[in-house]
C-alpha cells in the first residue's frame, strides 16, 4: 500500500510559478516510476510529466521547458517546478504511480492562473 499527497496549489498571475509536492508513505520501496497529471473542469485527465528512479524525466508538449518534475528520494518526495504558467495550466493537478499493476493517486491539488 502506497499513500500520496499532493501540496502547494494555489492561485498565481499569468507568467508566475509554483512548486508542487507529492509526499509518498507505506511500502515506498516499491516506487520506481512517478507521475504528475492534470485535469481541467470538463476535461480528460491528462499526463504531465514522468520521473524514473533513475532521474529521467519526459514532458508532455504543453509544458516542456516550463515544468521541472524531480524527486529527493530521502524524503519519498516528488515534486513539480512549474514556470511561466498560463491560464490553460489551470487544473487539479493529481501525482500517481504503478505498482505491480496498481494505480495509487493522490487527493489532487488545485492550480489556478489568473490571466
Known amino acids: 500500500q502506497v499513500q500520496l499527497v499532493e501540496s502547494g496549489g494555489g492561485l498565481v498571475q499569468a507568467g508566475g510559478s509554483l512548486r508542487l509536492s507529492c509526499a509518498a508513505s507505506?511500502?515506498?520501496?516499491?516506487?520506481?516510476?512517478m507521475n504528475w497529471y492534470r485535469q481541467a473542469p470538463g476535461e480528460q485527465r491528462d499526463w504531465v510529466a514522468t520521473?524514473?528512479?533513475?532521474?529521467?524525466?519526459m514532458y508532455a508538449d504543453s509544458v516542456k521547458g516550463r515544468f521541472s518534475i524531480s524527486r529527493d528520494n530521502a524524503k519519498n518526495t516528488v515534486y513539480l517546478r512549474m514556470n511561466t504558467l498560463k491560464p490553460e495550466d489551470t487544473a487539479v493537478y493529481y501525482c500517481?504511480?504503478?505498482?505491480?499493476?496498481?494505480?495509487?493517486w493522490g487527493q489532487g491539488t488545485q492550480v489556478t492562473v489568473s490571466s
Open positions: 507505506g511500502s515506498t520501496f516499491s516506487i520506481n516510476v
Open positions: 500517481a504511480t504503478n505498482i505491480r499493476g496498481r494505480s495509487y
Open positions: 520521473i524514473t528512479s533513475g532521474g529521467s524525466t
